[in-house]
């Protein structure tokens, strides 16, 4: 294992199983003596989900991105020799469009579909990619860790210099030329911000908005808290009455089964006079008659 095929496997899998993923990749080339491999393998930065979008491109629709980098080598081409690029640029919007559409079915059969800012990533990164092409060589290996953009050229073309006239002079025509080459070159020179710089503001960018989520989901959760306990205090007081209610029931009834209970002892005691007294009477007729 060296550190391209690591990272080719690397950045092949989905972002949640990155970390897990470099931490093994690590482990095994700390296992295979190489500690340098290792801390390389360890320093590989985790990929936004359109960069990880566009890495599917590079493994899944290679053809396709292949016919999009094509294009945009050509197009640098004319744009070098002062062609013009009409169906060109119309065929690079073809294909933009059709990859654009496939990094988001992919991702969505990985499982983790792209919002709207990551496909409007992907497609700035397609962009780039037919204008720049250290873009281009990033985009193929499949190895991005953050979205790429190009501010030397829009949407809407190249905007190349015209045709040289056929009154101009060759040395006119040279001078031209030489000015197309040095707008290329400026256009293909990295933006003035760092790239530690943007990478530090994507990563800023991702934890406001992890915050911001983090928080959204707070206040929902202690919303549904807060109704949960306001039904069980609801609930508490409902059965609070109900039992304050079967505690009179429980002590009339006890007075009722007292009262009851008098009564009966009166009666059986009535009931043992009454008898006493018949026993009596009986004896006394038994007497009489003898």
């Known amino acids: 294992m060296d550190l391209s095929s690591a990272a080719r496997e690397l950045y ?3 972002p949640p199983e990155f970390v897990a993923t470099r931490k093994d990749l690590a482990q095994q080339a700390k296992e295979a003596g190489d500690a340098g491999l290792a801390k390389e393998i360890g320093a590989l930065r985790r990929p936004t989900v359109s960069a990880w979008a566009v890495n599917l491109l590079s493994r899944q629709a290679a053809e396709e991105l292949g016919q ?5 080598a050509d197009m640098r081409a004319a744009w070098a020799s002062g062609g013009h690029i009409g169906e060109l640029e119309q065929r690079r919007s073809e294909l933009i469009a059709q990859l654009v559409r496939t990094a988001g079915r992919l991702a969505s059969e990985a499982g983790h579909p792209l919002r709207d800012p990551a ?3 992907v497609e700035d990164t397609l962009q780039a990619a037919t204008v720049d092409e250290d873009v281009a060589e990033e985009v193929q290996e499949g190895r991005l860790a953050q979205p790429r953009s190009h501010s030397g050229f829009g949407t809407a073309g190249f905007g190349f ?3 040289p006239s056929p009154k101009r002079t060759d040395r ?3 001078t031209e030329r030489a000015k197309s080459a040095k707008t290329a070159k400026a256009a293909k020179s990295p933006k003035p911000e760092p790239e530690q ?3 530090a503001d994507e990563l800023a960018r991702r934890r406001a908005e992890k915050a911001r989520r983090l928080a959204r989901e707070a ?3 202690l919303s549904q808290r807060k109704d949960e306990l306001n039904r069980a205090k609801r609930e508490l007081n409902e059965i609070t009455d109900a039992v304050t209610g079967l505690r009179r029931e429980l002590e009339a009834a006890v007075s009722r089964q007292e009262a009851a209970q008098r009564k009966l002892d ?6 043992e006079r009454a008898a006493g007294a018949a026993e009596e009477a009986r004896r006394e007729a038994a007497a009489a008659q003898i």
């Open 219 to 221: 206040e929902k959760a």
């Open 172 to 174: 006119t025509a040279d």
């Open 12 to 14: 092949g899998v989905a």
């Open 68 to 72: 999009l980098l094509d294009v945009g």
């Open 119 to 121: 496909v409007r990533e």
């Open 266 to 271: 009166k009666a059986e005691r009535a009931h």
């Open 161 to 163: 210099p015209a045709v």
């Open 197 to 199: 710089a943007r990478e």
